[in-house]
């Protein structure tokens, strides 16, 4: 299936001539790389694409303390393929238990640079969660005093709410009395999927920041039954409804300081997708970037795929961009289909497919 074919906004002749961009190396402010097999699987793809990135904490068991973190860390470093300088940036995941002293400490000695805040049972590896954002309310008293991001999972937990709804009631029922609460505490709304997001990370740009997916500029929650059920196209958030799509492409494409990068790459194993009780996440890594600027290309800001990509997120976590340049070209070339691990594989977004855009070179 060619998901991206369905929603192509620009018709092919209109690109048909031949065009590179070259931008400072890109960083992917939202990774899952597991750990064991997996880890070293999946991690070439990502260091192919991104010079550095914020690698999430959901382990089974979590990274929750300074010394998981460090040793998750040198695990990463360990797999990097030869030759590699991929820097992975460490969080810490925020549970009821969370000290503010230990949050502090793993900031001061840059062993992490952010927490993430799943709320209990949101999502995949997210049991040990927060079960009430007031809860922890002194830690992120802490992280607003020394200038640590949170990186929030918005998604309300309440089983009530519509699928298709959590991410907008998340907004109104906690993110924005959390912000009312910690007026100086600098927010990443994750994998934002929603107009409401959107809007919400544009009115409070002054702290806050919102990741957007290659998956969610691509897809819509139609995709996911295009022809029948798609396990490999479900993750949460949930694919949204197209106008939610349409608002994403915009505000990612708009250069705005406030959104960038996080391509939320998230791999299982295909029997954990093809399976009776399907586990969320998409496999973006190997093909993220290609879709992205395939998106800017669309949309006629190739002049503003450097920011979003490379700029924003730096400028947002308070590090200088990257000096290495990246180029990508508008020439079709094959992605892999799927990865193995040990005896099975891990299927590929938009594997197996020709996509329009290439990597065609990276200088460190
Ligand atoms: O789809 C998702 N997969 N969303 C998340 O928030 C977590 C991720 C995972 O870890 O697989
Ligand atoms: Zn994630």
């Known amino acids: 299936m060619s998901v991206h074919r369905l929603f192509d906004t620009v018709s092919a002749a209109s ?22 097999e997996t880890l070293k699987a999946v991690l070439p793809f990502t260091t192919a694409q991104f010079a ?12 929750t303390t300074t010394q998981a973190a460090a040793a998750y860390r040198d695990r ?4 990097r393929p030869e030759g590699s300088d991929f820097t992975p940036f460490m969080t810490c995941y925020l549970t009821d238990e969370t000290s503010s002293d230990d949050i502090e400490r793993g900031f001061q000695e840059r062993i992490w640079i952010a927490a993430k805040l799943y709320p209990a049972g949101a999502t995949t590896n997210s049991s040990h969660g927060v079960t009430s954002l007031k809860r ?3 830690v992120l ?16 937990i309440d089983p009530q709410v519509d699928i298709f709804d959590r991410e907008a009631i998340f907004i109104e029922r906690d993110l924005l009395p959390l912000m009312a609460r910690h007026q100086g505490l600098r927010i990443v709304l994750e994998h934002a999927t929603t107009t409401e997001s959107v809007d919400v990370v544009r009115a409070n740009a002054a702290r806050m920041a919102a990741t957007i997916t290659p998956h969610h500029l691509i897809i819509n929650r139609t995709s996911l039954f295009q022809g029948g059920l798609r396990p490999h196209l479900y993750c949460l958030p949930v694919a949204k409804h197209e106008r939610h799509r349409l608002a994403l492409r915009r505000a990612a494409t708009s250069g705005d300081r406030c959104f960038f990068i996080g391509t939320d790459t998230a791999p299982h194993i295909r029997s954990r997708k093809e399976a009776t009780c399907c586990a969320a996440g998409i496999f973006s890594g190997a093909t993220a970037l290609q879709t992205y600027v395939q998106v800017f290309d669309e ?7 450097e920011a979003f990509a490379s700029l924003n997120g730096a400028r947002f976590h308070g590090i200088p961009p990257n000096t290495g340049t990246i180029t990508l070209e508008r020439k079709p070339s094959r992605v892999i289909a799927e990865v193995g691990v040990e005896d099975e594989e891990i299927i590929v977004f938009r594997g197996g497919e020709s996509l329009p855009w290439s990597i065609s070179g990276v200088s460190p």
């Open 299 to 305: 949309e006629e800001a190739l002049d503003r795929f």
């Open 76 to 79: 990463i470093l360990a797999a």
């Open 141 to 156: 008293e802490r992280m607003e005093r020394i200038g640590m991001p949170v990186l929030i999972h918005g998604e309300t």
């Open 136 to 138: 922890i309310s002194s």
């Open 52 to 63: 550095r990135g914020i690698i999430m904490p959901n382990l089974v068991p979590p990274v």
């Open 15 to 36: 690109r048909a001539s031949n065009c590179a961009v070259t931008i400072r190396r890109p960083d992917d402010w939202h990774i899952h790389l597991r750990d064991g």
